[in-house]
């Protein structure tokens, strides 16, 4: 459930001592889920998803008060969730001693497991394909087909060109499809 206040109401309230733990509930229950779907479609387990969330709204609570207006309150957000999972990814790879394609079947096994994921047969195998991307790839495709997300705004969130996040975008389907096409 999104809450329908704007972005410059919560940051109002948040300036007032007196109304800051509203405007961070406000903020919450209006960003709390899509950073989480962005975050679980990343990381795929679902209580490592909820600790990485709980993570991104400790640092944007510490750190709201110095956020700058001239970027968007969800880009910037989307930015802390994407570097935690990053990080995330990175320490698991470095903890396990694994490589990225050992995280990806591991991945993959978790989802396939996993019950909390309810979707059939394609949505699955979808799934699968998305997690033999690299990283970064996987990134722009899930903010561009699961979010909807303009490359403008990816641009923003991740800090590549807009060029770039096109190209990566038509890699990452060229190898869903290829993927979807040899395990039929």
Known sequence: MSVQVEDAEILSKFQDVKTRNEAFNLLLKKYQQKIYWHVRRM???H?????LVQDVFIKVWKNLEGFRSDAQLYTWMYRIAT????????KKKQKNNISLDEVSYELA??????TYFDGDKAQLKLQQA????PDKQRLVFNMKYFDDMKYEEMSDVLGTSVGALKASF????KKIESF???ND
């Open 43 to 45: 990381v795929i387990d």
């Open 47 to 51: 209580d490592d998803a909820d600790d």
């Open 83 to 90: 570097n935690e999972c990053i990080t995330f990814l990175n």
């Open 109 to 114: 096994d978790t989802l396939a497991a996993s």
């Open 130 to 133: 998305i997690l033999t991307l």
């Open 170 to 173: 038509h890699l990452a389907v």
């Open 180 to 182: 979807l096409l040899s």
